[in-house]
């Protein structure tokens, strides 16, 4: 099981820039979440998808960013344009349900963005 | 709403025990995780409880008081290893996703 696996590991940009960052989950998990965490706000949910269905966006920050689920093993975060205050680490986790319950996360190694 | 709180930082000494303690607040429970991460990596399960009492896991512990809104988790033996960051979580009913508490940064020293 090679885990959650989530590219770039660090990203560099420039604000305006389109930032997007990808994420495949594991194999057969039915849960994918994306969180930001930075010093000052700690873990945030961002978005979670149930069977590639977005079920909860109401932490995305703004228009700016948007996810998708297009399929079950791939799901992308996109920043456009990018701003200095979006600098942080992204992290994918995703999960099993059962009875629509959902245990543990395994969390992505993250990717670490930086706006300047 | 929901509210989560942990002591910010921590120190213990190689060898002893401590405890971490989270108290939260939610408009629903249905599970309470704790998390370790090190830092500059991604947070890792340690364990899980849904029903009051201790759940022991090798050199970590868990405990869990719904009445009190109160959990802590119990690292014995310590070693530097366990040097890292303590997430506490809580999944409310209404949804999937799990709140998270701001962490705990404990530093064990030799």
């Known amino acids: 099981d090679a885990g959650v696996i989530q590219s770039p590991r660090h990203e560099v940009t420039e604000m305006g820039q389109e930032v997007t960052l990808r994420c495949k989950p594991i194999?057969?998990?039915?849960?994918l979440f994306w969180y930001r965490q930075t010093m000052m706000r700690g873990l945030e949910l961002l978005i979670y998808?149930?069977?590639?269905?977005?079920?909860?966006d109401s932490g995305m920050p703004e228009d700016r960013f948007s996810a998708k689920m297009p399929n079950a093993s791939f799901s992308t975060l996109k920043i456009q344009p990018s701003e200095p205050r979006d600098s942080a680490v992204y992290f994918c986790?995703?999960?099993?349900?059962?009875?629509?319950?959902?245990?543990?996360?395994?969390f992505g190694s993250g990717t670490r963005l930086t706006v300047v | 709403g929901q509210n989560i709180d942990q002591p910010t930082e921590m120190t213990a000494t190689e060898g002893a025990i401590v405890q971490i303690n989270c108290t939260y607040q939610?408009?629903?429970?249905?599970?309470l995780f704790w998390y370790q991460q090190h830092a500059g990596e991604a947070p890792t399960f340690l364990s899980y409880?849904?029903?009051?009492g201790l759940e022991e896991k090798g050199r970590f512990s868990s405990f869990l008081s719904r009445s009190k809104g109160y959990s802590y988790l119990l690292l014995k033996e310590l070693q530097m290893k366990d040097s890292a960051s303590y997430l506490c979580?809580?999944?409310?009913?209404?949804?999937?996703?799990?709140?998270f508490g701001p962490g705990t940064r404990l530093s064990v020293l030799p």
């Open positions: 986790a995703s999960s099993f349900g059962r009875r629509g319950l959902t245990y543990g996360y395994t």
């Open positions: 194999s057969g998990h039915d849960y």
């Open positions: 998808f149930n069977n590639n269905v977005p079920i909860d």
């Open positions: 939610t408009s629903g429970f249905n599970g």
């Open positions: 409880n849904v029903l009051d």
């Open positions: 979580a809580v999944r409310a009913n209404y949804g999937q996703n799990f709140v």
